[in-house]
């Protein structure tokens, strides 16, 4: 409760604003994730820069949300905000593409190793793109996903599996539109005999999957475990969409380049347009050729895919500002050992109380459970601990440090320094030693 008052007596401002927002707004904010910050009302942000965020009551924040990935790259990089201020004064769409176009589809493709690229408006955007895709190709019905995987607001992949093993809406999703029994099936993460058997069916036209599971905390592939799903995949005709919107925390050619994954599809989001709203998808050569003539050309009717505000001037410019800009190799050269210092300094503390939990980190990104390491999603989904989490994040905010309330996830970009890792270590250690 002293941490509550604390909060509410810090944030006259705030506190203001969301009161007049619950007029206009449904549940007081403009987009209802913004709901699940502890405290009595989300705090309401003034401006962001670098790695750090200051509220309309004038509060400085480190900032390890980030956006909750939207702004991997650091907030309001200057090349990038010249760029697209400048852009938006030329124009910010014109249904034709824009000269920055051609170089975003080489470098997505020198970063990926996909030849093909399209543009969206968000990574659930793109993925609705690539599942139609998938489906035209193979004439296949369903989507296999990931048990506790999050693709967005896509309706196919808001399920998982029951104690019985059948495919349920996802807990706590507003209902699919869909029945998600007739259009997905779900595997466990880490399980490729469950993949095999599901695949053996022969109804999935695609798999869509994260090469680490990254929104219910980071669960890591199992070593062989990516290959295997490659290999299965393509003995059963199944393509392979890999979702690296979270995962380009793993170096500047996301978990693909990384790990040497083959996708037949690939999507990214959010951090690449850095901060402005774009998302990419790319498809292999085999799946280029077959598109380029009966899907992309003129033939036929290209509804489906696509939209007015897709590819636009604004988002070209944003993703080649950014790409020229930040998430480079010298940019993960900074902000990786960021995140191993922000995950040896919670190692630390969770040592010293003796406690069973664990800090995960792929990339430029860390995690925390109140659990030893899940191996798939369920597991982790059993883990999660939402009133520890809502205190943990309630101290840490009331002391200058935001991490991404969910799923205890703190990203490092390159404007962060050691001091702030730190302030975050000393901050989290008083919260244990207060909270447990
Ligand atoms: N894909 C993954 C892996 C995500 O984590 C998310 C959102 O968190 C999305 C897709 C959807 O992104 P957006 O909400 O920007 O559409």
Known sequence: ASEEDRFVEQHPRSAALAARARGGLLAGVPMPWMTRWPGAFPVSVASASG????????????????????????????AVTTAVAERIAAGATAMLPSE???????????????????????????????????????????VAV????????VDESLAVLDAD??????????????????????VPFNDLDALERRLAEGDVACLLMEPALTNIGIVLPEPGYLDGVREV?????????????????????????????????????????????????GVSVEIAERLNGPMLGHEIDVAGVGGTLTGSALALTAIRSTLTHALRPE??????????????????????????????????????????????????AAAVDEDLEGLLHLWCLNRGVLLTPFHNMALLCPAHTEADVDRHTEVFAEAVAALT
């Not at 965020?53 to 990935?69: I, P």
């Not at 919107?245 to 380049?257: E, I, K, L, Q, V």
């Open 51 to 78: 790695g750090r965020l200051v509220d309309v009551d004038g509060h400085e924040f480190v900032d390890l949300c980030l956006g909750d990935t939207g702004a991997m790259t650091g907030h309001a990089l200057p």
């Open 146 to 153: 990931m048990d506790w995987c999050y693709h967005g607001t």
């Open 331 to 380: 940019d993960f050269e900074v902000a990786v050992p960021l995140a191993e210092r922000f995950a040896d300094g919670v190692a630390e503390v969770i040592a010293e109380h003796g406690l069973p939990w664990h800090v995960q980190r792929l990339g430029c990104r860390a995690e925390y459970w109140f659990c030893p390491p899940p191996r798939d999603g369920a597991a982790a």
């Open 233 to 281: 995949t393509r003995r059963h005709g199944v393509l392979l969409v890999v979702d690296e919107t979270h995962t380009m925390c793993a170096g500047p050619g996301g978990a693909t380049a990384a790990w040497g994954l083959e996708p037949d599809l690939l999507v990214v989001g959010k951090a690449i347009g850095g901060g402005i709203p774009c998302a990419a998808y």
């Open 165 to 186: 093993g059948r495919v349920v809406p996802r807990p706590g999703a507003l209902g699919p539109q869909v029945d998600v029994a007739e259009t997905t099936a779900v």
């Open 100 to 142: 920055d176009a051609a170089w975003v589809g080489e470098e997505l493709t020198r970063r990926f190793g996909l030849p093909a690229w399209q543009l969206a408006i968000s990574a659930t955007d793109a993925n609705r793109f690539v599942l139609r895709f998938a489906r035209h190709l193979t004439g296949r019905p369903r």
